[in-house]
């Protein structure tokens, strides 16, 4: 391995970023999240340990000066044979030089990882992207863990063509200015309501919103709507924000680690998004919810066999839901 990363982050964007750096080390790394004394413990065991884990990272979150010094001959055992994320909250905890630590900027390294990602993902398509449609995309994705589903989105839109342009990125990519139109797609078939359902689709094409990128947002939307759906029970007695607030957090302890697609588990969503989730599910019952998602997978396979109806086969979906 060679190497040890430190960095300074945000504790509430601690699982983000090491999961983010880990990828430096191994495409699938098993990473070991330590803090306050289970640090010593851990890097004293893997230090003397006959065989590591492959794709082993260890991710140290604000361990004291005093830890350092005291784990200083392991980490530089360890960092030739594992990964070592050194990541503080607050400061510099005074590394000695003799770990050879690396200084990472957050920032440049999701640029890196996603410059990477976007290339890798075009060139196997046989097909390029401008540079207007790259600084595009990436000001439109913030988080790269949405980069992959967008990108096949934008490659499936633009078929033969060559060169990926600015224009393709700002027709299939969802830009947040629209999610309220989109939000108030979903109540008004909640409601049933055929004339405004077909108002809002013509409202969101006319402005140039193509068919795809509301596809999309709708799958991500209704899926976290029937996960709000079948945790209903969770909060019963929950009567306003504040309550479910301090509630929420209890969601994560289910899953098993973080997964790399956040954005399509209701526990990983903003409390407040989450909270007016949980408000909107009540609107629909479970076979609704599965209903509509039946019918956003079967309209995705119509438009990967390639169709010149698609808009007709979206509107007549969503109708009939």
Do not use: C
Not at 76 to 86: P, Q
Not at 108 to 127: F, H, L, M, P, T
Not at 180 to 187: F, K, N, Q, R, V
Request: glycine share 6%.
């Amino acid at each position: 391995m060679g190497q040890i990363v430190f960095t300074i982050g945000l504790k509430e964007n601690f699982f983000e970023d090491v999961n983010l750096l880990a990828l430096r080390w191994s495409r699938e790394p098993r990473i070991v999240t330590l803090t306050g004394p289970a640090i010593r413990q851990a890097v004293t065991e893997k230090a003397s340990a006959l065989f590591i884990e492959e794709g082993l990272v260890l991710a140290l979150l604000d361990p004291s000066k005093e830890v350092i010094r005291q784990i200083e001959t392991g980490l530089r055992v360890l960092k030739e044979r594992a990964g070592v994320i050194i990541y503080s909250t607050s400061d510099d905890p005074g590394l000695p030089p003799s770990l050879g630590a690396v200084r990472v900027d957050l920032e440049q390294e999701r640029e890196k990882r996603i410059e990477e990602r976007v290339r890798a993902a075009v060139r196997a398509d046989g097909k390029k992207m401008s540079h207007k449609a790259f600084a595009l995309l990436k000001e439109r994705i913030r988080d790269e863990a949405l980069m992959e589903g967008e990108l096949a989105k934008v490659i499936s839109y633009v078929g033969d063509k060559e060169v990926i342009e600015a224009k393709d990125i700002a027709a299939v990519v969802t830009e947040e200015l629209h999610e309220e139109d989109l939000i108030a797609l979903s109540d008004a078939m909640a409601r049933k309501n055929k004339k405004e359902i077909l108002a809002i689709l013509e409202t969101l094409l006319g402005q140039g919103m193509n068919i795809l990128a509301i596809h999309g947002f709708m799958t991500r939307y209704m899926g976290l709507l029937l996960q709000a759906k079948e945790r209903e029970g969770f909060f019963i007695g929950v009567p306003d924000f504040r309550a479910f607030s301090k509630a929420f957090g209890k969601l994560k302890e289910d899953l098993d680690g973080v997964p790399l697609e956040k954005r399509h588990y209701l526990a990983f969503q903003k409390p407040y998004y989450a909270f007016n989730l949980f408000k909107a599910s009540r609107k629909y019952t479970r076979e609704d919810l599965l209903s509509f998602l039946d019918m956003l997978a079967h309209f995705d396979a119509k438009v990967k066999k390639g169709t010149r109806h698609d808009r007709t086969n979206f509107e007549a979906g969503f109708l009939e839901v």
